[in-house]
């Protein structure tokens, strides 16, 4: 591995930063386009990045934002483990740049099983693929929660999709949804039900929608042969 470092672009969901990365960090950043995310990448050293710019305060910054972390070592899933868990925050307004996660394979030679069951929880997930949910304060359309922010989403032809931004329910409280920053950097809702298995990545059971089932009103990814938006009602074209 080369340990040239290199000034890259690093996009965050509520902004990005520019940072100087080596080759296996620009690798974990790299989802197939052309841009780089900073979710894979996990936590950079504050003194490799140079500058940072804010969505919400629309204004770009001189040195590193603020990065919190914490390391739970919680065992999220047979053979995974998560270290650590942290987010890059502005230090003008607090709010959150990106978010990260790092897992860990106590045995490197053994699959990863099925996600722990969620316990101590109201929200009914489905009990073969449940995951530990933390409830947080959050101003969307879709009530979040966090445990599995940051895995890289993959389809059915084992393609690298884009990764997790957040994971919820729907506003009247119906259905469990992962929100996926895809690729090209577009948000899309992906239904509990169309989720194969949770584990080290995230494994849909369909090619991610790219078509027109994507409602133009309120962002909400519907199934295959819908006329109508799920969530909203709203006619798809």
């Given at each position: 591995m080369s340990s040239e470092l290199r000034l890259k672009k690093l996009r965050g969901s509520g902004g990005f930063i520019m940072a100087t990365v080596n080759?296996?960090?620009q690798r974990k950043g790299n989802l197939g386009g052309p841009d780089l995310f900073l979710a894979p990448?996990?936590?950079?050293d504050s003194e490799k990045i140079?500058?940072?710019?804010?969505n919400t305060c629309e204004r770009e910054y001189e040195g590193s934002p603020k990065i919190e972390y914490e390391n739970p070592n919680e065992?999220?899933?047979?053979?995974l483990v998560l270290l650590e868990k942290g987010q890059y925050m502005c230090t003008t307004?607090?709010?959150?740049l990106a978010e990260y996660r790092n897992f860990s394979k106590p045995d490197e030679t053994a699959s990863v099983g099925a996600a722990i069951p969620v316990t101590n929880t109201n929200v009914a997930a489905p009990p073969a693929q449940s995951v530990q949910l933390q409830?947080?304060?959050k101003t969307s359309s879709v009530k979040t929660f966090s445990s599995i922010t940051g895995l890289g989403v993959y389809d059915t032809e084992a393609r690298k999709v884009g990764v997790v931004k957040e994971m919820g329910i729907q506003?009247?409280?119906s259905s469990i949804v992962l929100v996926v920053t895809r690729n090209d950097g577009t948000d899309v809702t992906i239904k509990w039900d169309d989720i194969r298995k949770i584990g080290e990545i995230v494994l849909l059971g369909s090619l991610l929608a790219e078509n027109n089932l994507k409602c133009i009103k309120c962002n909400y990814t519907n199934s295959q042969g819908s006329?109508?938006?799920e969530s909203c009602g709203n006619k798809l074209k």
């Open positions: 080759d296996d960090q990448v996990g936590r950079l140079s500058k940072y710019y804010c065992i999220v899933a047979e053979n307004c607090g709010s959150i409830e947080q304060p506003p009247d409280q006329k109508f938006c």
